[in-house]
């Protein structure tokens, strides 16, 4: 009787051990899923038509650096663009995005002013490019390019430039989506101005004068037009791919989505009688 009494304790024992280990290994398992799904990797999300917040890439950087030892407003200066890794190595390899090796987006403080071109590529991770400022201030270069094999990569510097600046105003949502420039009028809608949603931005464009739809837009960069958004800091910015690439007018699509919410201003670019107009909008984000 004792020996059946120490048995049948022996084998609660037993039991009790095995269940702790079970426990113990799918405590391990759910983590290691947590790590997984945490993992950089899931960066590849961004794929796809939607818009998305541009990063920089942890293992990039890029010097910007010019010919002149000091920036003066609307005079020349040679820009030079160095793409490395983090230790120092040039990035030689890029994949043709929008057209171009590299876009170069310079803004001042208080995004009135706008320029949106494209260095040459001179090999071993170098681009340069010849440019001016049109006041005095705080300046923001952006360069937006893909290293071969990676993904869409945004690298920044805020530059001073000496001369008068223009004026520190707060950037203001405008109270009505329609603008005119270089001779057309352009309305732009929105399907949302609700932050982390898809949103679709339709720009429709007319000759100014006689408010006929403009069916004959030209490409440019190999699409219906190309479009910038910033945030109201120059922190932030959002990628925007078209929709119906090969349209021609009067309505250009992109899509889009707005990280958080907040004051955004965006720069629609388009191609007519081989002149590129530039129209700029202010939206509230909520």
């Keep these: 009787m004792h020996k059946i ?7 609660v024992v037993l039991l009790l051990s095995a269940c702790g280990s079970v426990r113990e290994a799918s405590s391990k398992s759910q983590h290691g899923s947590h790590e997984a799904a945490s993992s950089p990797a899931s960066g590849d999300e961004h794929s796809g038509h939607g818009g998305e917040m541009a990063k920089a890439a942890t293992n990039l950087k890029a010097s910007f650096t010019f010919g002149s030892t000091s920036l003066k407003a609307n005079e020349k200066s040679e820009l030079t663009i160095q793409i490395t890794d983090d230790v120092g ?6 994949e043709i995005n929008h057209e171009k090796l590299l876009h170069l987006i310079v803004v ?4 009135s002013s706008f320029q949106h071109i494209h260095p040459t590529y001179q090999g071993n991770g170098k681009f340069t490019v010849s440019t001016s400022f049109d006041a005095g201030g705080d300046y923001k270069l952006i360069a937006d390019f893909i290293p071969s094999g990676g993904t869409s990569t945004t690298l920044s510097q805020w530059v001073k430039v000496t ?5 520190h105003t707060v950037l203001k949502a405008d109270a009505k989506l329609r603008q005119e420039v270089s001779g057309k009028t352009v309305e732009l809608s929105l399907s949302s101005l609700k932050a982390k949603d898809e949103v ?3 720009f429709t464009i007319r000759d100014a004068q006689t408010n006929k ?3 004959n837009l030209q490409p440019y960069l190999g699409a219906v037009g190309h479009v910038v958004i ?3 800091d120059a922190e932030q910015y959002i990628h ?3 929709l119906e690439e090969n349209s021609t007018g009067p309505v250009a699509k992109f899509a889009t989505a707005f990280p958080e919410a907040g004051i955004y201003k965006l720069w629609g670019q388009f191609q007519h009688n081989d002149e590129v107009f530039t129209v700029p909008f202010v939206v509230d984000v909520k």
Aim: proline fraction near 3%.
């Design 5 to 11: 009494g120490l048995i049948s304790a022996m084998l």
């Design 89 to 94: 190595k040039a990035v030689t390899d890029f």
């Design 108 to 111: 001042n403080h208080n995004l």
């Design 163 to 167: 001369g008068k600046e223009a004026g």
């Design 200 to 202: 679709t931005l339709r």
């Design 213 to 215: 739809e403009i069916t």
């Design 230 to 232: 910033l945030s109201a």
């Design 240 to 242: 925007v791919h078209p």
